[in-house]
């Protein structure tokens, strides 16, 4: 990865919805689809304007008659044309993503998607049925689980570097939105509106960041039933929470918490993961993304690095500038879009095996955030009581 070689044979003409001018989650995605060549932005619909839209295309180098007014519109043209899109990625709120991930299979594009990808299990498991029956694939942009220290700790957990395992420990508590700012922030705004964010603020937004995190590094550890308290500390948000505390029981014995806050006055962004073991224990902080923290009982605490030749060779295989260097956000949403790539190509040429071999948030990903909140939800409107996961 640190030559910067193209990893697929050839780069994928690639659509974009949503994610315009002023959208700053739209300019993580193209910078991460685009950094590593494996594709090429072709045609979008960027804006609910279309002559903004049009405009900020041109902007990006698009030829105008491929700046489209809406998603179902472009869908149709680039079917037509001989080097129409092949995938296209959604950077819309959240109430549009299971509408437009649909249309989008049904075309017979590759999708990836902004979390979470719909508001309710039966929605998701109609795009994973979906999915499945166009031979497509979807990712969902869990950013974070694209850094390689990740991978360090999964490989470190699979051979038992920390013993069994018992505690789970997650959170994503930053303290930006510990006042009411959404009175004058649009790009806050919807977040908290139920009409476009859903059945949750921060248990959607945010929580499902570290929840799969957890799955990435601890793929063999099930939730059997959770608890899930969630508040409105800024009133006007109700019913929406802008604060919440999960409970988890799994099926090995083992328990998780997970703290999903966006007033924690005073943090930048505190997304962090410790996962407890009978030996030792590993943690990973977002703020410090270089360093994985190693804790064996009874001896002092290691720092591992990033870039480093002691770590696993999957951890080294998504290296991008040598040790030393302070690598984050973008680095690892790149990680995951050339993984995207990969898949789709794998895909389309119907490679199960080298499909299985590729590790990325995918539409199986989607589907268990959406159940994670849905759940959550359900335990908190009960009055914080334990449910049964399903």
């Keep these: 990865m640190i030559d910067g070689r193209l990893l697929v044979e050839r780069s994928i003409p690639w659509g974009l919805v949503g994610g315009g001018l002023g959208s700053q989650i739209g300019y993580v995605h193209r910078s991460a689809a685009l950094r590593d060549g ?170 499902t960041h570290p929840l799969y995190i957890s799955e990435v590094m601890l793929p063999d550890l099930k939730i059997n039933r959770l608890m899930c308290a969630r508040q409105s500390f800024v009133k006007s948000r109700a019913p929406l929470e802008d604060n919440a505390m999960t409970i988890m029981e799994y099926e090995s014995g083992a328990v998780g918490y997970l703290w999903s806050c966006a007033v924690n006055a005073g943090a930048m962004h505190s997304q962090k993961i410790r996962v407890i073991g009978s030996r030792a224990s590993i943690e990973w902080w977002d703020e410090h993304p270089n360093q994985l923290r190693y804790e064996i009982q009874g001896q002092p605490a290691q720092i591992l690095d990033r870039g480093m030749p002691y770590l696993h060779l999957n951890a080294l295989h998504d290296d991008r500038i040598g040790a030393g260097h302070p690598e984050g956000l973008f680095d690892a949403w790149s990680n995951l879009y050339y993984r995207f790539a990969l ?13 299985r071999d590729i590790r990325y948030p995918g539409i199986e990903a989607g589907v268990e955030g959406v159940r994670w909140v849905e759940n959550c939800v359900r335990s908190a409107d009960q009055g914080g009581v334990w449910v049964d996961y399903r």
Aim: charged share 25%; aromatic share 8%; glycine share 8%.
């Design 38 to 207: 494996s594709f090429v932005l072709m045609a979008a619909a960027l804006d609910i304007d279309p002559e903004r839209g049009r405009s900020f295309g041109q902007e990006l180098g698009l030829s105008a008659e491929r700046c489209y007014a809406d998603y179902r519109t472009m869908f149709e043209a680039e079917a037509r044309r001989p080097d129409g899109i092949r995938a296209v990625s959604i950077a819309t709120p959240n109430n549009t993503h299971f509408e437009i991930c649909k249309a989008a299979l049904n075309a017979g594009l590759h999708v990836v998607c902004e979390k979470p990808l719909c508001f309710t299990t039966a929605e998701a498991e109609e795009l994973l049925e979906l999915s499945r029956a166009k031979q497509l694939v979807v990712g969902v942009t869990y950013g974070y689980a694209g850094h390689q220290l990740i991978e360090q700790a999964r490989e470190m957990i699979a051979r038992g570097d920390l013993g069994e395992i018992r505690i789970v420990q997650m959170q994503f508590a930053h303290g930006f939105h510990s006042e009411g700012v959404e009175a004058a922030n649009p790009a806050t705004r919807w977040r908290v509106d139920p009409k476009f964010a859903g059945p949750s603020y921060v248990l959607g937004d945010i929580g």
């Design 343 to 355: 898949a789709m190509e794998a895909a389309d040429r119907r490679d199960a095996h080298a499909l």
